[in-house]
Antibody, heavy 117, light 111 residues
């Protein structure tokens, strides 16, 4: 199983960014797929999850600004991040689990998002 | 401030056992058997080592064990080894809109 994120970078407050996560040996569409972020000051924070049936859920801190989606044909998970704020600065991990929305068994290596003027 | 409370650091000598606590509320740890523990070495992604309070994924050493009492979950590592030095995070399902909450993490130092 391999999950590889891309799309991180430096953006200014208010701008947008889209993260991608390509799965290998792991079918994005048939598993619980999440985005989890990590900052030095706040540790790990669950951001969003999408179920195999397409249901999506978000942390209150990103609701209305972030959108999780997937391309089943390409086996790619996305996180569209709009109206970015300085507090969104973090390493973003793509994560998945075969069997539960309440844990994560597979993690990507992470991609760094920095929001700063 | 994290939703679940963990000690900032613990330490132990090789061969000893240590326990890391994780305290929540009846809306998360106390209400559900959905506590997970993750190990994270510096610069690496977290690794699942315990799920559903006390279950180990395939390939995880049986030196790692989990338990729960009331609103507090615990991770015990027996026969400490140098490679166990890492950060450990707990997580739990929660009835809040967040769905999953994490602890602030505990740094384990093997003396």
């Amino acid at each position: 199983v391999l999950l590889v994120e891309s799309g991180g970078g430096l953006v200014q407050p208010g701008e947008s960014l889209r993260l991608s996560c390509v799965g290998s040996g792991f079918t994005v569409s048939s598993n619980y797929m999440s985005w989890v972020r990590q900052t030095p000051g706040k540790g790990l924070e669950w951001v969003s999850i999408i179920y195999s049936d397409g249901s999506a859920f978000y942390a209150d801190s990103v609701k209305g600004r972030f959108t999780i989606s997937r391309d089943n044909s390409k086996n790619i998970l996305y996180l569209q991040m709009n109206s970015l704020r300085s507090e969104d600065t973090a390493i973003y991990y793509c994560a998945g689990d075969c069997c539960s929305s309440r844990r994560v068994d597979h993690w990507g290596q992470g991609t760094l998002v920095t929001v700063s003027s | 401030q994290s939703a679940l409370t963990q000690p900032a650091s613990v330490s132990g000598s090789p061969g000893q056992s240590i326990t890391i606590s994780c305290t929540g509320t009846s809306s998360d740890i106390g209400g559900y058997n959905s506590v997970s523990w993750y190990q994270q070495h510096p610069g690496k992604a977290p690794k699942l080592i315990i799920y559903d309070v006390s279950n180990r994924p395939s390939g995880v050493s049986n030196r790692f064990s989990g338990s729960k009492s009331g609103n507090t979950a615990s991770l015990t590592i027996s026969g400490l080894q140098a490679e166990d030095e890492a950060y450990y995070y707990c997580s739990s399902y929660t009835t809040s809109s967040t769905l999953v909450v994490f602890g602030g993490g505990t740094k384990l130092t093997v003396l």
